[in-house]
Every structure is written in C-alpha cells, then in structure tokens.
Antibody, heavy 122, light 107 residues
C-alpha cells in the first residue's frame, strides 16, 4: 500500500536552513506529482509547493517563493523541500502529499504522510 | 488573489444529526473544489473532489454540491468518527488555497 514518510524536521534559528524529505513507497513514484502542505500549530492547512512527475513543473506559495526549493529524486522515490531564510511563521508540521489520478481534476491529494515538525525559534 | 471562506468556523452537533458546511470562493472556480477531513492527530483525508464526486471508500453519508463560487459539504447522520476538522480546497488556480477550516465538535 501507499506509504509516505517525512523526515528531517527539527529546531532551527531564524534565518537558518533545513531540508526535509519524503520517502515514498507502494506506487510508481515517477508518475505522480508531489506536494508539500504545512499546518502551523492549532491552525489550518496551507499548500506550500508542488513538483511534477519528472520535475519539469514546479510552483510555490507566495509565502515561501524565493526561500524554499522543492526537488525530487525518482531513483530514490524521494521528494525534498529545502528551506532557507526560515522565519518564525514557517513553524509548522510539514506534510508531503501524493497527487492522485483524477482525470481533469489535478492537485487532489489522495495520500498524505504523517508530517515532520519544523520549529523556527531562537 | 483568490480567497476561500468557510462557514461556520466551528459547530457542535450530535450523533445522528445532519450537518452542512459551506465554502465560498472569491472568484468562480467551476467545479474545482475538494473537501478534506482531518481527525485529531491525523493527516487529512480527501472526501469529495470535483465538487460532488465521492472519493472511493468514503461513506455515502458524505455529499458535496455547488459550482462557481458557492459549495456545500453535507453529512447525513453524523457518526462518532466524523468529529474533527473539515477543509475545502480549490484546485482551479495555481495557488491551491485551502479554506480556513470548520471544526466539528460533539455536542
């Protein structure tokens, strides 16, 4: 069955960097877009970034554009999120999510990981 | 920029009740609207996509409707496992905005 496992979260100082990763299994990773979605403590969901199946399509939320970089390694079934110039407001649980195959309706997340917590604090 | 507004932000209901949550988009998004459920401590789960299509495996007590700017999620006959938070999500724009969420508590 599909399994997504995030890793790499932790505590980082404001202005610092962190790279989180998501290891996928149970499906043909190279054929699906992958997303990162975050959730600040006690708050709602915020979409962060997407990468297309072959890395040729990438988009970011305005709140992270220019600071975060999404990438993937299809040989290792892994998607990454490099986070630079981190701010307190980036503190959140970061989920990776698999984009499902819904025909004319893209960007629907049919499987999610359990998330990795990123805390930005001095 | 597109905005997604859910109402109510929270509500209390009893097992067996019928519950309706609404989501309004600040611009027309056709039928590009999904609903997610998040129970405490768990990752979100897709319930409805394309405004009204039930995801495989989701109980038929969940239903969605609407198009353009106004959408509704209805739960007929609340069950104990339905309590949690619900989010609408537009997939019409590249911004992929979520509504702010509706917390559904046990009365």
């Amino acid at each position: 069955q599909v399994h997504l496992m995030e890793a790499g979260g932790g505590v980082v100082q404001p202005g610092g960097s962190l790279r989180v990763s998501c290891l996928a299994s149970g499906f043909t990773f190279r054929t699906n877009g992958m997303h990162w979605v975050r959730q600040a403590p006690g708050k709602g969901l915020e979409w962060v970034a997407v990468i297309g199946y072959d890395g040729g399509y990438i988009r970011y939320a305005d709140s992270v554009k220019g600071r975060f970089t999404i990438s993937r390694d299809n040989s290792k079934n892994t998607v990454f999120l490099q986070m630079n110039s981190l701010r307190a407001e980036d503190t959140a649980l970061y989920y990776c999510a698999k984009e499902g195959d819904y025909g004319d309706f893209p960007s629907i997340f049919d499987f999610w990981g359990q998330g990795t917590m990123v805390t930005v604090s001095s | 920029d597109i905005q997604m507004t859910q109402s109510p932000s929270s509500l209390s209901a009893s097992v067996g009740d019928r519950v309706t949550i609404t989501c309004r988009a600040s611009q027309s998004i056709g039928s590009y609207l999904s609903w997610y459920q998040q129970t405490p401590g768990k990752a979100p789960k897709v319930l409805i996509y394309a405004s009204s299509t039930l995801e495989s495996g989701v109980p038929s007590r969940f239903s969605g409707s609407g198009s353009g700017t106004d959408f509704t999620l209805t739960i007929n006959g609340l069950q104990p496992e339905d309590f949690g938070s619900y989010y609408c999500h537009e997939t019409y724009t590249t911004r992929l905005i979520f509504g702010q969420g509706t917390r559904l508590d046990i009365k």
